[in-house]
T-cell receptor
Framework: NAGVTQTPKFQVLKTGQSMTLQCAQDMNHNSMYWYRQDPGMGLRLIYYSASEGTTDKGEVPNGYNVSRLNKREFSLRLESAAPSQTSVYFC??????????FGDGTRLSIL | GENVEQHPSTLSVQEGDSAVIKCTYSDSASNYFPWYKQELGKGPQLIIDIRSNVGEKKDQRIAVTLNKTAKHFSLHITETQPEDSAVYFCAATPQELSGGGADGLTFGKGTHLIIQP
């Protein structure tokens, strides 16, 4: 049982480049989330999708877009990467009222 | 929005002793309080959670207490072992249990727990 799978695990970008972080879950969960984790800051919510076909902004959405492709997949896109977006990105999923399950993260460096 | 404060940022205890991590929250509508453990290079993993209709919950060496009036909750680990060394995060959310959407979690900034042999 894979749970929440994130790809890639590591990525280095140059300022201004674009990329999409992929996330897929195999637990048939309705809700999916993207967080970023910075040293000393804990995890902060970027965007979430309460159910297939809906997305909402979290605490730090600027510079990001998301797509809920289907019930399994929720992608995060950086259109024009900036050094301030260097971070570890975590995807999570949950069913209504239940625990959020996290992937192992994508470590993104922007030069 | 919700604000979660977590203390201490670093906690060092002798193996076998107890460890306590404390969190406070600001939004009285929050009703779900999970605790996550994060090991190096891994994503956070849930270790215990509590809902606002319960004051205390235990699972073997781990317990969580909740004081809704004071808006604080705590994680207690007894008989600590080397494998307890990790970063621990508390979180809070006004989680809906039926219908509607499911909001994201608001996390504390984490506690680095070090178990000294």
């Amino acid at each position: 049982n894979a749970g929440v799978t994130q790809t890639p695990k590591f990525q280095v970008l140059k300022t201004g480049q674009s990329m999409t972080l992929q996330c897929a879950q195999d637990m048939n969960h309705n809700s999916m989330y993207w967080y970023r984790q910075d040293p000393g800051m804990g995890l902060r919510l970027i965007y979430y999708s309460a159910s297939e076909g809906t997305t909402d902004k979290g605490e730090v959405p600027n510079g990001y877009n998301v797509s809920r492709l289907n019930k399994r997949e929720f992608s995060l896109r950086l259109e024009s990467a900036a050094p301030s977006q260097t971070s570890v990105y975590f995807c999570a999923s949950s069913d209504l009222g239940l625990t959020q399950h996290f992937g192992d993260g994508t470590r993104l460096s922007i030069l | 929005g919700e604000n979660v404060e977590q203390h201490p940022s670093t906690l060092s205890v002798q193996e076998g002793d107890s460890a306590v991590i404390k969190c406070t929250y600001s939004d009285s509508a929050s009703n779900y309080f999970p605790w996550y453990k994060q090991e190096l290079g891994k994503g956070p993993q849930l270790i215990i959670d509590i809902r606002s209709n319960v004051g205390e919950k235990k699972d073997q060496r781990i317990a969580v207490t909740l004081n809704k009036t004071a808006k604080h909750f705590s994680l207690h680990i007894t008989e600590t072992q080397p494998e307890d060394s990790a970063v621990y995060f508390c979180a809070a959310t006004p989680q809906e249990l039926s219908g509607g959407g499911a909001d994201g979690l608001t996390f504390g900034k984490g506690t680095h727990l070090i178990i000294q042999p």
